[in-house]
T-cell receptor
Framework: AQSVTQLGSHVSVSEGALVLLRCNYS??????LFWYVQYPNQGLQLLLK??????LVKGINGFEAEFKKSETSFHLTKPSAHMSDAAEYFCAVTSTGGGNKLTFGTGTQLKVEL | NAGVTQTPKFRILKIGQSMTLQCTQD?????MYWYRQDPGMGLKLIYY???????DKGEVPNGYNVSRSTTEDFPLRLELAAPSQTSVYFCASRVQTGGGNQPQHFGDGTRLSIL
């Protein structure tokens, strides 16, 4: 069965600093991987996805993630944090079986400080 | 450009009451999903549907029911509300094509408290 582990339920960075949110996955088949962002009192919005091909994936708002098969990782990065990046971030992997279901990690709350 | 619309946004129920959470999408997506989100737990799949008339259980279906009579609508029913069902509920949809590589699109959620 597929699973996702997000290390660090809370991450705090200074404005302008590097953002690194960790995601490791377990999958019995080649995975499709997603990062979503959730702002307060809103639903989840897609940041980026990895399907096949280029392992470095660029998303919205300056975020990117690199798929590393050997490390079963899909960490999310942004070179310079902005106050508006404060939100909760979820990593997800497509599950096997019908319905193309997603298995989500438990989320990482990102705090950006002045 | 509505996307996925959920109603109501907030609701307080008493133990034992029933209610239906509404979800509708205008993107002609065949696949629809219901999740619950609890603090520190991520999102857990309750039920999903791959088209009108077809539904299946997810990871945490107990205490819930769904139906899918049209492509657009996917209501979630709580028959006997329990405090353990206090949560934020999200509906999502996606296109059928592309296998697992297409993203799901989410509504803004329904915040449900059961007292």
């Amino acid at each position: 069965a597929q699973s996702v582990t997000q290390l660090g339920s809370h991450v705090s960075v200074s404005e302008g600093a590097l953002v690194l949110l960790r995601c490791n996955y377990s999958s019995s088949v080649p995975p499709y991987l997603f990062w979503y962002v959730q702002y307060p009192n809103q639903g989840l919005q897609l940041l980026l996805k990895y399907t096949t091909g280029a392992t470095l994936v660029k998303g919205i708002n300056g975020f990117e993630a690199e798929f590393k098969k050997s490390e079963t990782s899909f960490h999310l990065t942004k070179p310079s944090a902005h106050m508006s990046d404060a939100a909760e971030y979820f990593c997800a992997v497509t599950s096997t079986g019908g319905g193309n279901k997603l298995t989500f990690g438990t989320g990482t709350q990102l705090k950006v400080e002045l | 450009n509505a996307g996925v619309t959920q109603t109501p946004k907030f609701r307080i129920l008493k133990i034992g009451q029933s209610m239906t959470l509404q979800c509708t999408q205008d993107m002609n997506h065949n696949y629809m999903y219901w999740y619950r989100q609890d603090p520190g737990m991520g999102l857990k799949l309750i039920y999903y549907s791959v088209g009108a008339g077809i539904t299946d259980k997810g990871e945490v279906p107990n205490g819930y029911n769904v139906s899918r009579s049209t492509t657009e609508d996917f209501p979630l029913r709580l028959e006997l509300a329990a405090p353990s069902q206090t949560s934020v509920y999200f509906c999502a949809s996606r296109v059928q094509t592309g296998g697992g590589n297409q993203p799901q699109h989410f509504g803004d959620g329904t915040r449900l408290s059961i007292l």
